[in-house]
C-alpha cells in the first residue's frame, strides 16, 4: 500500500477514517467492520473472516453477481456516455424495467440515487398540481437533498420541516389495535392523512402529495390493515394530490409476493421511485410514472442527469432483472421468507423479550419489548443484539421509532440453510442477551 504523507505509519483504518471523514460519519456496530470482499450472500473482512449477511439489499441478486459483473464490464469497456445520445441499451432496459409495472406506469426517468428519484418525483408532483404541500409518517427517510430531507422525520425534527411538510403518526398496529377490526384501523390511519391535507387548507398551502415507503421500513415494517392504503389514496385524489410509491426498500420482489410493495398494498401509485437494489451496488435510480405526468412536466422543466441512466448503468439494470428472473429470487424470497419467519417466530416462544414478529419475503422485523403486557420498547437490548450478532458473524440492523426493531433483510438469494444459520445464531444470541 503507498503511504500518502497525511497518514500515520501505525495509525489505524478507524482513525484515518475519523480524520478525514469525520466522526460523525455513521459506522455500522461498536466494533466497526473492514469488508474487502463478497459473494452472494456473504461478505469477508480483512481478516478473512466471513459474515452472513442477513441485512443489505444493495446486493440485491447476491454480492458481487457474476453476470452483473460481466455486464457491467463489458460495457465499460465498449462506451460509457449518457442520454443525450442514443443508445439501444438505454431504450431497452427502460422498456424491460417499465414492463415490470401496470400498463399505465409506462414512463422511465434514471437518476443515480433514490434521494434524487425521490427529489425528481417530488418536483413532478409540485409542478402538476401547483402545490407544495406534501404529506409523509413520522418516522420515515427517502433521502437526502434539500427537499426530500424534509420529509425525512428519522433526522429532521418537526421546526426543521418547513411549512409545506406535514407528518401522519407511525402506523403502529402492534400497540394501536385496542379491539378495532381491520375495517376501523384502516379508517382511523386514513383518517390521519385526511387530517394532514385539511391542515394544509387550513393553513393554506396547497396540497401536492403523499409519500410513503411501500413497507414502511424506517417506520418498523408494521403489517398494515388491508384497505388503509387504497382509503388513504381515495383522500389524496380527492384533494387534488398524488401519491408517490417509494420502492427503494420494498421493490423488486423483496417482499416476495409482489413484485413492488404498493401491489402488496392493493393500490397503483401515480408515481414510483426505485434505488438501491435497481443496480445491485451500481449508481442506478430512476422514476416510473404515468405519461401525462412525465410529459406535463417535462414540457415545462428540462430535466437531465448526467450519470443516470447511462450505457453501463442500461447494463447493470437489465443484468439485475435477468439474474431476478433466471434465478426465481421473487419465489425464493416468498418461499425461504415464509420459512425464515416461522423460524424466527418460534424464538418468541423461548425469550419473553420479543414482543413481536412480522414481515414479508425477505423483510423481517423483531420488536423487542421490556414486557410483553406493556410492550415498552427495549432498544438497549437490540443494540447489544445487533452486536453480539456481528461478533458471532451474522449482519443485521435496528429501526423503527424506538430503535427496538431488528432489521433483517438478506440479499435474494438467501437459503434456508442461510436462515437456519440466521435463527440459530440469534437463539444463542437471545440466550446470552
Ligand atoms: C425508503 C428510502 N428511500 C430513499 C432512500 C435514499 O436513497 P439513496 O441513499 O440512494 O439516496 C433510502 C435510503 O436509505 C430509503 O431507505
Not at 203 to 230: Q, W
Request: glycine share 10%; with cysteine; proline share 6%.
Amino acid at each position: 500500500m503507498t503511504q500518502d504523507a497525511r497518514t500515520m505509519p501505525d495509525e489505524s483504518l478507524l482513525a484515518r477514517r475519523y480524520r478525514v471523514l469525520g466522526r460523525n460519519s455513521p459506522l455500522f456496530y461498536d466494533k466497526p467492520l473492514n469488508l474487502v470482499r463478497g459473494e452472494g450472500v456473504w461478505v469477508y473482512d480483512a481478516d478473512g473472516r466471513r459474515y452472513l449477511d442477513a441485512y443489505n439489499n444493495v446486493p440485491h441478486v447476491g454480492h458481487c453477481h457474476p453476470r452483473v459483473v460481466a455486464a457491467l464490464t463489458r460495457q465499460a469497456a465498449l462506451l460509457n456516455t449518457h442520454t443525450r445520445y442514443l443508445h439501444e441499451g438505454i431504450v431497452a432496459y427502460a422498456e424491460r424495467l417499465t414492463a415490470q409495472f401496470e400498463p399505465e406506469l409506462s414512463m422511465a426517468m434514471f437518476t443515480c440515487t433514490g434521494s434524487e428519484a425521490n427529489e425528481l418525483a417530488l418536483r413532478i408532483v409540485r409542478d402538476l398540481s401547483g402545490g407544495m404541500g406534501v404529506i409523509g409518517t413520522a418516522h420515515a427517510y427517502h433521502g437526502n437533498t434539500a427537499a426530500v430531507i424534509e420529509l425525512g422525520s428519522v433526522f429532521t425534527p418537526p421546526e426543521k420541516r418547513g411549512p409545506h411538510v406535514r407528518t401522519v403518526p407511525v402506523m403502529d398496529p402492534y400497540r394501536d389495535r385496542a379491539g378495532r377490526s381491520d375495517e376501523e384501523l384502516s379508517t382511523a390511519y386514513a383518517d390521519d392523512v385526511k387530517r394532514a391535507i385539511d391542515s394544509f387548507a387550513a393553513a393554506g398551502v396547497k396540497f401536492a402529495g403523499l409519500l410513503f415507503c411501500t413497507s414502511f421500513s424506517s417506520e418498523g415494517l408494521p403489517t398494515l390493515p388491508p384497505g388503509f392504503m387504497s382509503k388513504a389514496l381515495a383522500h389524496v385524489h380527492a384533494a387534488g394530490g398524488y401519491f408517490i410509491a417509494d420502492e427503494v426498500q420494498s421493490g423488486f420482489g423483496r417482499l416476495g409476493s409482489h413484485m413492488w410493495g404498493y401491489q402488496k398494498l392493493g393500490v397503483v401509485p401515480d408515481i414510483v421511485t426505485l434505488g438501491k437494489p435497481m443496480g445491485n451496488g451500481h449508481p442506478l435510480a430512476g422514476v416510473i410514472a404515468r405519461r401525462e405526468l412525465v410529459e406535463g412536466f417535462t414540457s415545462r422543466n428540462m430535466y437531465f442527469n448526467t450519470f443516470a441512466g447511462n450505457p453501463v448503468s442500461a447494463a447493470v439494470g437489465m443484468a439485475v432483472l435477468d439474474v431476478l428472473e433466471e434465478e426465481r429470487l421473487m419465489d425464493n424470497a416468498l418461499r425461504v421468507g415464509r420459512y425464515t419467519l416461522e423460524r424466527i417466530a418460534r424464538l418468541a416462544d423461548k425469550y419473553q423479550v420479543i414482543g413481536d414478529v412480522r414481515g414479508a419475503g425477505l423483510f423481517f422485523a423483531v420488536e423487542l419489548v421490556k414486557n410483553r403486557a406493556t410492550k415498552t420498547p427495549a432498544p438497549g437490548e437490540a443494540k447489544r443484539l445487533v452486536n453480539l450478532m456481528r461478533d458471532r458473524g451474522v449482519l443485521l440492523s435496528r429501526i423503527g421509532p424506538h430503535d427496538n426493531i431488528l432489521k433483517i433483510r438478506p440479499p435474494m438469494p438467501f437459503s434456508t440453510q442461510d436462515a437456519d444459520l440466521l435463527v440459530d445464531t440469534l437463539d444463542g444470541v437471545f440466550r446470552d442477551l
